[in-house]
């Protein structure tokens, strides 16, 4: 592969984006840039710091004053705050219920989608990069060479989800995790700044019956019709 690639991945909770990602990454020898873990250590330091989640303000000022990593783990994308590696405390239930009240407000979006901007153009032209969550291809990677919008449906994403909660020892009931899920799809479609939209030129990929590899050898196809490979 000659040409440097850039992909972007939306979809809501559960649908697959995560591990197509770093499966993709693997195969493509790309840069994967997970951008919910951002929005993740966000709502974490305004937990640990107190912050009134509801004043936009101050939310947006605990933003501006972290610092916020992505760096490889074990395979892995690990999630730095202040350089400590939360990768695990990040989707706690506790703090999981705060990241749609902290990523809804259209300031904070913003200043988090430059920085994605700019994470991405680190590696334009010099590394294959793959970007996923919610408003890529809308907002961040508007002129990714492909767009990948992951669907499923509600059970298997919330099953997916309860699994990876549970692989990583985190104590939580299934119906727990339908009303998490549930209540996500709400605010991401409806939250004003940045909402979870299919962008036009999206390819839709269901994973509901997929495998993982079934998944990764639909969009190596889709890279290969497109000549991207």
Do not use: H, W
């Not at 919910?36 to 936009?56: F, H, P, V, W």
């Not at 961040?140 to 767009?147: N, R, T």
């Not at 993982?212 to 889709?222: F, G, L, P, S």
């Amino acid at each position: 592969m000659s040409k440097k690639i850039a992909i972007a991945i939306d979809g809501p909770v559960g649908s697959g984006k995560g591990t197509l990602s770093i499966y993709l990454a693997k195969k493509l020898d790309a840069a994967y840039i997970y951008t919910g873990a951002m929005y993740r250590e966000l709502a974490l330091s305004c937990l640990r710091e107190k912050t009134d989640i509801n004043d936009e303000k101050k939310v947006l000022e605990v933003l501006r004053r972290i610092n916020i990593e992505l760096k490889p783990v074990d395979d892995k994308v690990g999630a730095f705050l202040n350089g400590e590696d939360v990768s695990s405390e990040i989707f706690k239930p506790y703090v999981s219920r705060v990241v749609p009240i902290v990523a809804a407000f259209p300031s904070v979006r913003k200043d988090m989608v430059d920085m994605q901007k700019k994470l991405v153009e680190g590696f334009i032209g010099v590394k294959n990069v793959i970007m996923e969550g919610r408003d890529i291809s809308t907002e961040v990677m508007q002129d990714a060479d492909l767009k990948i919008f992951l669907t499923a449906d509600l059970n298997t994403r919330v099953r997916r989800r309860f699994d990876q909660l549970k692989e990583r020892g985190i104590d939580i009931t299934f119906n727990e995790v339908l009303k998490d899920v549930e209540d996500r799809d709400k605010k991401d479609l409806e939250r004003k700044a940045s909402p979870l939209k299919l962008s036009e030129d999206a390819v839709v990929v269901d994973t509901t019956n997929d495998t993982i590899e079934d998944t990764v050898n639909k969009v190596m196809e889709i890279l290969k019709e497109r000549n991207l490979l």
